[in-house]
């Protein structure tokens, strides 16, 4: 257990359709991040929180939004979705800019 | 900016033979280096890292990577391979001073043969 946690661990939907994923952090970890890996793009940033506020931007759709609550815990919420939005969908946490991300074990996403 | 190239997206090694994943970065600024591994349907596990002091730098597994700055390299080399090494192996880099993001490379898949 990394400490980061994740839910759902799986989650199929219908074209159209609107998801949330749900992330907590590691214990005492400010910063969320979350990354999209599909087979054809990689590991893509998507956005990056700090202490309940947006401090980067990746390669975000519209479609997509995050928000991170008092708790610290994040939902990274996808709208409109299409069958390209298939993918794992990680989300990592930090203590600060000299330690590694720690990655919760992702939400795999399937659009059908 | 930052980026980071992994060579080779597919590597196999005998059982025992040694392990050289290789990785190339490309930063304005003195960067953070990181290797990660992510076995099937799991996420991704930091193996080691470098941010400032020694150049070799030890992880778990019995991995190490030494940064060079002249060659812009943080190659990955583990002496003898074990079947439980094979998994998908990803360089990552950070830019302390212009930013938090990690770059991450496009990965390597590691096949072990016994």
């Known amino acids: 257990d990394s400490g980061v946690t994740q839910t759902p661990k799986h989650l199929i939907t219908a074209t159209g359709q609107r998801v949330t994923l749900r992330c907590s952090p590691r214990?005492?970890?400010?910063?969320v991040y979350w990354y999209q890996q599909s087979l054809d793009q990689g590991l893509q940033f998507l956005i990056q929180?700090?202490?309940?506020?947006?401090?980067a931007k990746g390669n975000i759709l519209e479609r997509f939004s995050a928000q991170q609550f008092p708790d610290l815990h994040s939902e990274l919420n996808l709208s409109s979705l299409e069958l390209g939005d298939s993918a794992l969908y990680f989300c990592a946490s930090s203590a600060g800019q000299g330690y590694g991300y720690t990655f919760g074990s992702g939400t795999r996403l399937t659009v059908v | 900016a930052q980026s980071v190239t992994q060579l080779g997206s597919h590597v196999s090694v005998s059982e025992g033979a040694l392990v050289l994943l290789r990785c190339n970065y490309s930063s304005s600024v003195p960067p953070y280096l990181f290797w990660y591994v992510q076995y099937p349907n799991q996420g991704l596990q930091l193996l080691l890292k470098?941010?400032?002091?020694?150049?070799l730098v030890k992880g778990i597994n019995g991995f190490e990577a030494e940064f060079k700055k002249s060659e812009t390299s943080f190659h990955l080399t583990k002496p003898s391979a074990h079947m439980s090494d094979a998994a998908e192996y990803f360089c990552?880099?950070?830019?302390?001073?212009?930013?938090?993001?990690?770059?991450f490379g496009t990965g390597t898949s590691l096949t072990v043969i016994p």
């Open positions: 470098y941010t400032t002091g020694a150049t």
């Open positions: 990552a880099v950070r830019a302390p001073i212009t930013g938090n993001q990690f770059y």
């Open positions: 214990s005492g970890d400010l910063s």
């Open positions: 929180y700090y202490n309940g506020e947006e401090r």
